[in-house]
């Protein structure tokens, strides 16, 4: 993972809901929205968004067009062209903004076809926050616990920070190496055994430093192990677990 271009001065991650299909890489338009309430987006770009793009893990321009865009009104919706997806999973890019020095338009036109969306989030880690260290203990279970009640659903935030690697010296100004290149979340019984009802993998959100996983359900009195599998560009692939006790304590 490499930073696009020294002279964008952001960026944001963005999760791309390829769940559906069967698990290979295929080729998929994608579309999402720019959120109105993003005030450091809209106060920081070009009136003529030509500074807004969309670039892979790697640090590759994805070909995209503005299927709308009004930056008086705040709106912006991005599609992008026949852009490579794991399916099966949530998918990572970011978005980079903020460059006044961009003076033609890197977009290109075309129509897209079934898009499937891809999300961005603007919120702040908060509550449940789970925090792993690579060396960890060889304990049985994981070391960090969550209660919750069979009928809570809730957001883990999962720390990402500390687990990629980094350049030896700079490109572009940056260090980047290594990135997220997919995520799968799963909820695993003692026999290891995954439900999906007891989380919403559609829900999985990037925000800076931290993937956002939403659990719900669960049996009373039953300990599960919530998994946040991380994929990265250069095909590590990384387990960071919580333990999820559902309690429903209610008075004997």
């Known amino acids: 993972m490499t930073w696009y271009d020294s002279n964008y001065k952001q960026r944001q991650p963005i999760a791309i809901d390829a769940l559906s299909g069967d698990g290979s890489v295929q080729a998929k338009d994608i579309q999402f929205t720019v959120p109105k309430t993003w005030d450091i987006f809209w106060d920081n770009v070009q009136s003529n968004l030509y500074d807004v793009v969309p670039v892979d893990v790697n640090g590759n321009l994805l070909s995209f067009e503005r299927t709308t865009e009004n930056h008086a009104t705040r709106t912006l919706v991005i599609s992008l062209d026949n852009h490579n997806v794991k399916t099966q999973a949530i998918n990572f ?16 036109g075309f129509t897209p076809s079934s898009p499937i969306d891809a999300y961005i989030d ?35 935030y999962f720390a990402i920070s500390g687990l990629f690697r980094s350049m030896l010296s700079p490109y572009a100004q940056r260090v ?37 996983a939403r659990a719900k359900g669960g049996s ?25 006790q559902v309690r429903d304590q209610l008075p004997t």
Do not use: H
């Open 93 to 108: 890019i970011y978005l980079y903004f903020q460059n006044p020095d961009q003076s033609s338009d890197p977009a290109t």
């Open 122 to 156: 603007i919120s702040q880690a908060g509550g449940f926050i789970v925090r792993q260290p690579l060396n960890r203990p060889a304990t049985a279970e994981p070391l960090q616990a969550i209660v919750k009640a069979s009928t809570d659903i809730i957001d883990v």
């Open 176 to 212: 980047d190496f290594e990135g997220i290149d997919y995520v799968n979340i799963y909820s695993l019984d003692s026999s290891g055994t995954n439900d999906t009802g007891r989380y919403e993998e559609a829900d999985t959100r990037f925000i800076s430093g931290f993937v956002r």
């Open 220 to 244: 009373d009195g039953t300990d599960y192990a919530l998994v946040c599998r991380v994929v990265t560009s250069t095909d590590q692939q990384i387990d960071i677990r919580c333990l999820v």
